[in-house]
């Protein structure tokens, strides 16, 4: 009777003015807030379709222009850049494959297991994360030249699936989501340490993992620093160094440039639709019970 | 009489180079690119049998992307382009072939440069590490429109450094800048007067010259412009940069020739006649940019003649260098360029004036100055010293002594 | 294995000895990909530039010139004032820049997953956008955003101080406008860690959302039936499930934000702006090598960013690490 009532006034105070103008100002931040990130965004699209001499105007430019097809094609003249986008989009899919699989499992065990070294191993994986990357680009010409990889994708994708940061994310989202008992109860069930990994700890830590494949993919997709030196002809660029390569002494024709950043971003979108939806909806269902 | 010159010497070169099928690399940026784009049929059928690999990246871009290759011993195009802000690190500090030996022996060809570009790609010790494709001579451009409402002729703004502030203070007076920004008066003023023999930041003995007279007259007089109000406070390649052009709100800019041809095409094209061009204030002698062509260590050797030739087509052949400058407005580095009917041309955009003769005039003119290992380093630690003294109010010879002071530390090691 | 089975045991069936050995190895081998990996392509730089931060050598004269100077570059870094003012300039707008985006990403993570019922989708990507963003449409969306006279920031401030209805807020600003964000040196840290919180938040808000999705439903309606409101919910529930992602979360900001590059760079055209006010450990030890060529000192900057790094990250663990590397039972 008493916990009725409770759930009646909890109803009437959801209903009630107080809660519904909370609700519109939680609503107005989150899109306030949304409007601020997606400015510069939207303003990418304007440039693009603007000429050189229009985008330095001042005021600048704040509604589309004219000049897409212009833009687009002079990118186009300037590099192969569908072969550009279809390079970095091997490149980023094969890093991000392996990364998600190896991380996971790296993380499972880190997470899941204790073993000798484990601490040790486990500071070392964190402590790689805190070497600056610029300064390691001879050593690692020197390695990529070694192998013979030199101007191949394999120069790339291959190294980036040791990926510390995502067994650093896995070990952290296994461990707060996966109960303990799994494990044993999978053992009783005669599950191999593998089938454990496979098939019951995977589906429950979806979310965590499409955020890495996520995070995985951008990061892969804008790298810079690793395929300007590897890479050396234009057909094997990836959309960075391809677009860089419009970055002259005095003039870049950025017309042309923010046209290939926004083409550029479409395929990253759709695996943000792709691997948000896992997010979301693993925020909106709720986890399994501890 | 010149052409035929220039063809009999290209049949020459192409007899005495014969070449199987051989692939030539060659790493540039954006727009020297754009030239070779242009000129390289001509070079492949002087050269039968050859083809070029152009690997274009971005100009910061290619210039780390070359250190990297230089450092492992690998990876490094046949031929590579350098621009000034770089060249002296590549000059003073190796990775590139000495051009003064066999089998190239390039200082035949010294007489055909500008004197100071030549200078710049060359050693302390005389050896010829570049050969320079591009030059920028340093002027100044300034807005006819505004000189007419102050009733002043441009031979007397740029009559002395104390007229060209005069002139400042009476542009102040209808609500317009002297100059965009007062570091690059500064600029100029360190980069000219220098004696022979020295560079511009290390005197002969590589002393760091961070305070000396030069650099703290310099300072001072950037000082005056900015407390006076007379600088817009503009940095360059900004969007208030261009639209100070196109307004008219800043009456001069101090900058290498080449500056015109962008004026003109892009930063501010609905202002045609309203510029003039002259020399820089105190008719101070300096260059403002510049490319080169070298030949990496690591090229092998028996690519080493065909890179050889790649190098002197782009740079000492004429009908080449001023296809460059009608392509891509890059100024010639020979002076027998200069000759070319081109350079009397009445120029639109200039209300008429054949400004290209005083381009030359200057460019033939600039003394050759030294190059140091330090110098790119020494650029650095002044142009923050100059903004600590324009930017927040620092004094100015204890900024420039910090600046010695770093500069020692860096050299002395 | 087979040692320790004494003569005369009855050998376990195959199976079983398999099985065992998985039970017993399992972990080493789910490990083992990354470190091979690492073995290959990161030990060796590792290695390599910690001996290079021994010598002198400059890099475009190749690999031979090496010449051996014991820690003079450490020893010469610790009175280089350029050193110490990227150090100052790096915890500075570590700081500035990281606080805000967790401050601002773990209640929009809630609020995204507890506080709306629609839009979650649009607004999550929207705060997204700017991590996805390349760093060329950004750095010239930017400067012109920072720009002085036309910027849309000033001009936007410029509204605030005068509009009737702001004034009483931003009033105060009127006389500093516009303010010259990129030019001048106090200036120029906040217009970094501006850009910085914009890129990064959204990636915040989308690892605590995965984070948030990993604490079951229940324990909310749990709190609901007991008359919780959402303010008690979010610090009795969420914030203590949540802190192995937070531990995350800001273990990795710590780690970026003191290698910060990019946005320094761009935002002051690589030179770390007036008096060097923008200038990043990372960005000197980038021009120190690249630029001038002093690739062992180089190499001496990054080690010592290294032990910043790790002091600070292991301080983090040592009062952090206990509940944020707890594993759930």
Known sequence: MRASAKNDARVVAEHGLGARIGRALVYLLLVALALLTLFPFYWMFVLATHLQTDIFSAPPPMWFGEALQRNYDALLARLPFLRNIWNSFYIAGLATAFTMFFASLAGFAFAMYQF??????????????????????????????WLGWIDTPRAIWFPAMASAFGIFLMRQYIASSMPRDLMDAGRIDGASEFRIYWSIALPIVRPGLATLGLVTFIGQWNNFLVPLVVLSSRENFTV??????????IQTDWGAVLIGTSLAVLPLLIIFMLASRQVIEGLVAGSVKG | MKKLLALALASLLTASVALAQTTLTVGLFEPLNEHLDRVMDLFIAEHPGVTLDVRTLGYADHHDALVTYLATGSGAPDVVAIEIGYIARFVAEGGLRDLSSEPFSADQYEDLFVQYAWAQGRTADGRQIALPTDIGPGVMYYRRDHLETTGWTIEDVVSSIDNYIQYGRDLKAIDVYLVASA???????????????SGIYFDADGRPLLNSERFLDAARVAKTIRDEGLDAEIGSWSNEWYEAFRTGTTATELSGAWLGGHLQTWMAPETAGLWGASVIPDERLLSWGGSFYGIPNQTPAEKLDLAWELVKFLTIRPDIQLQAFKSINAFPALPSTYDDPMFDEPLEFLANQPARQLFANVAENIPGVLTFPGDMVAQEIWNSALTEVLNEGRDIQEALDEAQSLVERRVRR | MAKTIAPGTPRLPWSTRLDKF???????IFISPFFLLFAVFGLFPIVFSLYLSLQAWNPVQGLGTMRYIGLENYVWLMDDPWFWRSITNTLWIAIASGVPQHVLAIPLAFALSRGIRRFRHPLTAAYFLPYITSAVAVSLVFLTIFGTQFGILNQTLQYLATAPW???????????LPINWLGRAPNIKPAISILV????????VVLYAAGLATIPKD??????????????????ITLPLLRPMIFFAVSLTIIGNLQLFDQPFILTDGTGGSSQAGMTVVMYLYRTGFNWLEMGTAAAIAWLLV????????????FFGRSGLETRD
């Open chain 2, 183 to 197: 570091a690059s008066v500064a600029d100029a003023l360190i980069r000219s007067d220098v004696p022979a023999g």
């Open chain 3, 307 to 318: 032990l910043l790094i790790g002091v600070l990250t292991m301080i983090h663990f040592r």
């Open chain 3, 197 to 204: 919180v914009w890129q990064y938040f959204g990636f915040n």
């Open chain 3, 166 to 176: 702001s004034a009483w807020l931003f009033g105060g600003l009127a006389d500093a």
């Open chain 1, 240 to 249: 960075p160094v391809a677009l860089r390569t419009m970055q002259g002494l």
């Open chain 1, 116 to 145: 000798r070294f484990k601490n040790v191993l486990f500071g070392t994986v964190v402590a790689s994360l805190m070497v600056p990357p610029v300064l390691g680009i001879i050593p690692y010409y020197l390695i990529i030249q």
């Open chain 3, 219 to 236: 324990y909310y309606e749990a709190a609901e039936i007991d008359g919780a409101n959402g303010r008690q919910a979010f610090f009795n």
């Open chain 3, 22 to 28: 998985q039970r017993r190895y399992a972990p080493y």
